[in-house]
């Protein structure tokens, strides 16, 4: 009898959704609209609908469901709620208790980055791996941390909210956090522009990037193009990513670093350039930790939402 | 039916014993010699040869004995081995299966950073608390890190290895494990020394420091009597402590931080110095993280280590 499990993602703007097989197979993938009107009220009877509605389309009866992982953005606890959820609207919200009423199903609650982690984990970039950290490189910088094949949920629900630590001292800027300094200054894609925008302004010196609009897409196109303006960006941020992680080794020892997130699709160009300073700063048994790019994209969230539940 | 449980915290000079109840009663407390002659060989039989005549002396049987927990300075491994362990004269030994052959009970091994860790959020500054970090300031800076009750060891062997993040990027001077900028080389008693003694060489100015050998008991001392210079030492040793602790709570998220070692005996006013700057750098959610004296001194690690035995 096969035995299958939901994985969801919930997002501010597309609420993601999978139907997997025990071993991890793809049954179904689709996406509903987020609804975060009325303080996001319809955002879990809406997925609990849609649940209830795969199921009778497949004829999977409940009995054949292990359950439903969910992933969202916000820090959840271990009893699977949820303080608030700005992004969606929500104040306080029994994520579990209330999907687990709407469908009949038991459900795993987490954090959407940690949850993204434990996907890359099971079958992405960290596969074989049983701790493991994931770097989210976006318009922010995310994470998630995985330590005995188990999600660092931490006492605050802030585990492997590792684009906050307040890597450089000489920032004057602060951070949308308050903070000046933290790592998703300089390694977001923003954080990135940000940095090009700086040495474009301080200097007439000619760069590809005085023709385009300035993107992390961009500043890395002119660094393969050899760019020496890009080059200093591409470097400095690729130091302070490759300084952060080898710190943040020294507290996790993880088997494999996952990079992830729009600036990943620079590719292994990426890797090599981090894994310079890493190595460089690493402690010595820490420097043979494998750096991989994340393979799962945007279902990483569905696919370690589905894990999430499975290993419950 | 009382039952009991060894903790042994093997040192390179003394093997600390325990015999606990297994609610952490103290039933009697001991040392032998470390004979680290002959590779160490005589290390594990001794340990063996010690809990087998405690238990002849006080008429406990074997079927009483939950176990041994023992902790070693060097990773161990989830098996309970270590490769090496400098200090021991050790190479690959197979601690818990020798041990456990000496003495016909169950044995479980760990890193002694690490148990120690695990001492003190049994019975010592980390109490009620399931997520921790201990730091230990002594003449390096070691740590342990617990996630969800449980030793993070790390993939290899290098969790909590904490004195070895690279926090200052403009020390020069090397520290023992090769990298510049080590947590460890301003951080420990060694480091604050350091400190001081830059400070005095670099200007003539008056200090209490001047008229006494500088140590980090003494630096301390002289903070307290309101030196100009000492205050500077204490000042940038508790940025950078604070700083690197901020850094790794958006690791690990603990609900305490545990602080232990020589250094720690300055008492609460380290503590004070520490959490200004740990507030001011920590992540928004984790600045209300608790900063604690470790209670159990050189005692942690039998503790822990008896601690480790009951948890397996």
Chains 1, 2 share one sequence.
């Not at 596969?127 to 950290?133: N, S």
């Not at 629900?157 to 300094?181: F, V």
């Not at 609009?213 to 941020?237: M, N, P």
């Not at 350039?273 to 010595?284: E, G, M, P, T």
């Amino acid at each position: 009898m096969r035995r299958y499990v939901f994985g969801i993602d919930i997002g501010g703007t597309t609420i993601k959704c999978g139907l997997f097989e025990e071993d991890g197979l793809v049954v179904e993938q689709w996406e509903l609209d987020t609804r975060t009107d009325d303080g996001g009220r319809y955002i879990l009877p809406d997925t609990g609908a849609s649940i209830l509605a795969k199921m009778a389309e497949l004829g999977i009866k409940r009995e054949d469901v292990v359950g439903v992982g969910i992933g969202v953005p916000g820090p959840v606890k271990a009893d699977g709620t949820v303080a608030m959820a700005v992004n969606l609207g929500w104040g306080f919200t029994d994520i579990a208790g209330e999907l687990s009423a709407y469908t009949n199903l038991e459900v795993k609650a987490g954090n959407d980055a940690n949850v993204a982690a434990l996907g890359e984990m099971w079958k992405g970039g960290g596969q074989g791996y049983t701790d493991l950290i994931m770097v989210t490189l976006g318009t922010g910088v995310g994470g998630g941390i995985i330590v005995n094949g188990q999600i660092v949920t931490g006492a605050h629900g802030a585990g492997g909210e590792i684009g906050h630590g307040r890597i450089d001292m000489d920032e004057r800027e602060a951070c949308n956090c308050g903070t000046c300094g933290c790592l998703e200054q300089t390694t977001s894609a923003t954080g990135i522009v940000k940095l090009a925008d700086g040495e474009l302004v301080a200097s007439d010196e000619a760069s590809l990037l005085r023709d385009t609009k300035v993107s992390a897409k961009s500043v890395f196109e002119a660094y393969g193009q050899g760019d020496a303006l890009a080059k200093r960006v591409v470097e400095r941020f690729a130091e302070t990513l490759g300084n952060a992680l080898a710190i943040y080794c020294c507290v996790a020892d993880p088997g494999v670093i996952v990079i992830g997130g729009g600036v990943s699709k620079a590719g292994t160009v990426l890797i090599d350039l981090i894994k310079k300073y890493f190595v460089r700063d690493a402690f010595s048994a820490c420097k043979d930790t494998k750096l991989e790019l994340a393979q799962l994209g945007n279902a990483a969230g569905i696919y370690g939402a589905a894990k999430l539940m499975l290993d419950a």
